[in-house]
């Protein structure tokens, strides 16, 4: 960055960047933020690279110039919105670098891996060969030790289409339909313009880790995760996670539907639109069905009589576990629900979390050793007294008798379902696990995702507004906390599930954001939730909107009728828990 003559001495300067009231620095209007952050870093002692700014309450890049008194915040690498400008700058310097090495290479980021990368394809020629992979790593090096500038300015609309069209870059080019405002930033580096939609850095010297792995169809860009900033974790094999991405990218390929721009057309096209919706739809029940006929196969041959159902915030469990009731009923076997929450520990026993609080996320708030015996017995055909947890006293007390008939499958849903140490008793070949979240989401473009996160939250803030009163803000402020309790207790045993469902459907965000628009326009400017909802408010613009009368398309068995409202099966119980059963 430029040198600024940056001082404490209160006498020289005439803009203030107050860090905290002890700490304030002076400098000339117009230095930017990243000089006054930088000029801080010996007495702040920044736990992890700087990335960008929080300034009066807003997000900036670390070249926006101040020219009035502010106060002011680093964001480091650590933060959600760090890792957001690292990972974008980094695709940016990727894309770059192969378009040097291989003049008019396509590359397309298509969906993140979990342990911090994301998994990659070539699109206008065959794959990269470990060689070739290393020739793209060592570039990108290169790129990276001579710390190169990132500039951006804002071009037309005009000259913008001309530039991707002339690069036979459509999906970028069919995105531009829907922009409604007359310009947009173009980012460049090395002569190469892009445009990415959300912060970057100004330069390339501070993407020092990453690492791109081979694989035989593609390759991983990996990128340090904010939990472990200045280090890269092995890649472990997410082999069923894998099936899964590959299933959804063989069904968008063979639809038609490879990023927003696409779908933005649909949209616009009535009969084509409800096509995609029920075919979607036909999707999730083919693989309802397939996994509640797994479950009858492995109950005829190995005896499987408990179900665990996990996944994270609104990824949909609630639904799911009824479709795949109906579906078991189809099979000829009767699921029998049984609540987890019933198994808590009586509330003197309850463990706290860091900041004191009653810790019900954590496994030692349920009480292993009863859901056990209750888990064994059952299986077992044996009758038990089911437990009533009583949320007002804090107490569990015995409720009503239950045993289950030789054709009875016993269901449960909850955060730990797949944690082996939450049946640590219970014989493998009895449990089936089932692992629900929203796996997989269309890109904006080739080089811009949409976390499937993102589409999670907007999901909680649609549902949180219409079933309990909440603000956007109020939803936003909790999902921190939600955030680190799924990945505390669910993201690290995923792989040990027996069956995946991704409740992902390919219009949703197109039906979520006319639900979710106008809460997240309600959050107030002066308050940190706001950046957050500024930033989906931002990726939302893209995406066209079904209109009224398209919502009534959506099948009122949908897993997505969970959060916008309308579904038939919200007061459908398959089996009350404590009924007994001959």
Not at 55 to 60: H, K, M, S, T, V
Not at 289 to 299: L, Q, S, T
Not at 429 to 453: G, K
Not at 507 to 529: F, G, W
Request: charged fraction near 25%; hydrophobic fraction near 40%.
């Amino acid at each position: 960055m430029p040198s600024t003559q940056i001082s404490k001495s209160q006498a020289r300067t005439h803009i203030r960047a107050t860090f905290s009231p002890e700490h304030i620095l002076e400098g000339a209007v117009g230095t930017t933020a990243g000089e006054f952050l930088e000029a801080a870093d010996g007495d702040l002692e920044y736990a992890a690279p700087i990335m960008g700014a929080i300034i009066d309450g807003q997000l900036r890049e670390l070249d926006y110039p101040i020219k009035r008194d502010v106060n002011i915040a680093p964001v480091l690498l650590d933060t959600s919105d760090g890792g957001r400008i690292y990972r974008r700058s980094l695709v940016f310097l990727m894309v770059t670098a192969a378009d040097k090495v291989w003049p008019g290479t396509q590359i397309s980021v298509r969906y993140a891996v979990p342990d911090g990368g994301f998994y990659c394809t070539r699109l206008n020629a065959p794959p990269f060969n470990p060689q070739d992979l290393g020739r793209l790593e060592a570039h990108m090096r290169e790129i990276v030790s001579a710390d190169a500038p990132i500039t951006k300015r804002e071009a037309s609309l005009e000259e913008i289409r001309a530039l991707f069209a002339a690069r036979d870059e459509q999906d970028k080019v069919r995105l531009l339909e829907q922009r409604e405002r007359p310009s947009l930033m173009l980012y460049e580096l090395l002569g190469r313009e892009d445009t990415y939609y959300g912060y970057m850095l100004p330069s390339t010297g501070a993407l020092k880790h990453f690492r791109l792995i081979w694989t035989p169809t593609g390759f991983i860009l990996q990128y340090p995760r904010k939990d472990a900033p200045g280090i890269l974790r092995p890649i472990r094999a997410y082999d069923k996670l894998g099936r899964v991405f590959s299933q959804a990218d063989e069904w968008l390929l063979r639809m038609g539907i490879e990023d927003v721009g696409r779908l933005n057309r649909l949209v616009g096209e009535e009969k084509r639109l409800n096509e995609i919706m029920l075919v979607a739809e036909a999707l999730h029940e083919q693989n309802i069905a397939n996994i509640a006929g797994e479950i009858e196969r492995r109950h005829q041959s190995e005896g499987t009589r408990l179900v665990l159902i996990a996944g994270p915030s609104s990824s949909g469990k609630t639904t799911f576990s009824k479709r795949l009731a109906i579906q078991l009923l189809a099979h000829g076997l009767r699921p029998f629900t049984l609540e987890l929450d019933n198994y808590f520990v009586d509330r003197k026993f309850t463990p706290l979390d860091e900041d004191g609080n009653y810790n019900f996320e954590a496994l030692e708030a349920i009480n292993l050793s009863l859901f056990n015996q209750h888990l064994q017995a059952l299986t077992a055909g044996e009758e038990v007294i089911l437990p009533r947890f009583d949320f007002l006293t804090g107490q569990s007390v015995p409720d009503r008798a239950a045993r289950l008939s030789e054709n009875q499958i016993l269901v449960v849903e909850g955060i730990h379902g797949l944690n082996p140490n939450l049946v640590p008793d219970v014989k493998r070949n009895v449990i089936h696990r089932v692992y629900v979240s929203a796996l997989t989401q269309l890109n904006i473009d080739n080089h811009n995702r949409v976390p499937t996160t993102d589409v999670r939250l907007l999901r909680r803030i649609v549902r949180d507004a219409r079933t309990r009163g909440y603000t956007a803000t109020d939803t936003l402020e909790r999902w921190s906390s939600v955030r680190r309790g799924e990945r505390r207790n669910i993201f690290p045993y995923q792989e040990n599930a027996d069956s995946m469902f991704d409740s992902a459907l390919v219009y949703e965000l197109a039906a979520l954001r006319p639900m979710v628009e106008s809460l997240l326009l309600q959050v107030k400017r002066d308050i940190p939730a706001h950046i957050e909802a500024k930033r989906l408010l931002s990726f939302l613009t893209w995406v066209r909107p079904l209109a009224p009368h398209h919502l009534g398309l959506i099948p009122d068995t949908s897993l997505l009728r969970e959060f916008i409202g309308g579904s038939i099966l919200k007061d459908y119980h398959p089996t009350s828990p404590g009924e007994k059963l001959d």
